[in-house]
């Protein structure tokens, strides 16, 4: 796995790293995975997302130099949700299944545990996300499933809601 070579890295999201995620979006397989679709609707959530950098909450998955991905710690702003949080992750396609998704999930997994102390961590996805076997190795279970939840060129998928002890 590439993961595990010395050319990868994780460092925490800097503003810059918008630039790859608006990218990516691009490519309507990887925005098929997120409830954007618009350009609009795009320029509402890159910001939100990587503006999780303020928080420490974000991290960038770099091999060789080059940003392949990100994932995001969702931190609630409400006192009787801190002991949770929904998480985010997404890796350039030309990357995916070498192993930096779930290098990413593992860290977001520590991060979410030894640093902010969340005792539960959540994924919400789409049917047919390749996520989804990423979240099940690290221990992710299916708490949720809702039929018909996104409407997409005519045709339905289920959301799923993960999530895990910490």
Known sequence: MLADS???DIRYTDPTDETAL???????AVLNQFPATTPGEINMLVPNWIG?????????????????????LLLMPYYKLIH?????????PKHQGQGFGTALV????HL????????????????????????KKQGFTETLRQ?????SDGHYRARILLEVDL
Request: glycine content about 6%; aromatic content about 16%; hydrophobic content about 40%.
């Open 6 to 8: 010395p050319e990868f």
């Open 22 to 28: 608006r990218k990516w979006l691009e490519d309507q």
């Open 52 to 72: 999780f950098h303020r928080f420490k909450s974000s991290l960038t998955a770099l091999y060789q130099g080059e940003i392949i991905g990100i994932g995001t």
């Open 84 to 92: 949770h949080c929904l998480t985010s992750v997404v890796v350039d």
């Open 106 to 109: 593992r860290n977001l997994k």
């Open 112 to 135: 979410a545990k030894d640093y902010f102390h969340f005792q539960m961590m959540y994924a919400e996805i789409y049917n047919g996300s390749k996520l989804e076997t990423i979240l």
């Open 147 to 151: 039929e018909k939840f996104v409407k």
